[in-house]
């Protein structure tokens, strides 16, 4: 069965910065769309940003500017780099496989997620 273990996530006043990773046991990691959501509490999950299998990028417009999607297909591995986080920004993140064409998860399949927390 594929995993997908997400990292990185923690506590951090607001400005700061935090890198997130997502590593899948999947071995065809290169074939597929990826993409990092998140779901802050009484809210539902939301998309976050994207990463195509070709290298290119989306971002929801709450997070352009200050978000950067990543990966690295030798490491089945895909990153999202945070900058000036806002207390907004707090939230569960998840990774998943993307349906680039929707920009929605692909399967129904989530990792345990990873909290993060931006005080003001």
């Known amino acids: 069965q594929v995993q997908l273990v997400e990292s990185g996530g923690g506590l951090v006043q607001a400005g700061g910065s935090l890198r997130l990773s997502c590593a899948a046991s999947e071995r065809t990691f290169s074939n597929y769309h990826m993409g990092w959501f998140r779901q802050a509490p009484g809210m539902e999950r939301e998309f976050v940003a994207g990463i195509s299998r070709s290298g290119g990028k989306s971002y929801a417009d709450s997070v352009k500017g200050r978000f950067t999607i990543s990966r690295d297909n030798a490491k089945n591995t895909v990153y999202l780099q945070m900058i000036s986080l806002k207390p907004e920004d707090t939230a569960v993140y998840y990774c998943?496989?993307?349906?680039?064409?929707?920009?929605?998860?692909?399967?129904?399949?989530w990792g345990q997620g990873t909290q993060v927390t931006v005080s003001s």
């Open positions: 998943a496989f993307l349906d680039i064409s929707t920009m929605r998860p692909l399967y129904d399949y």
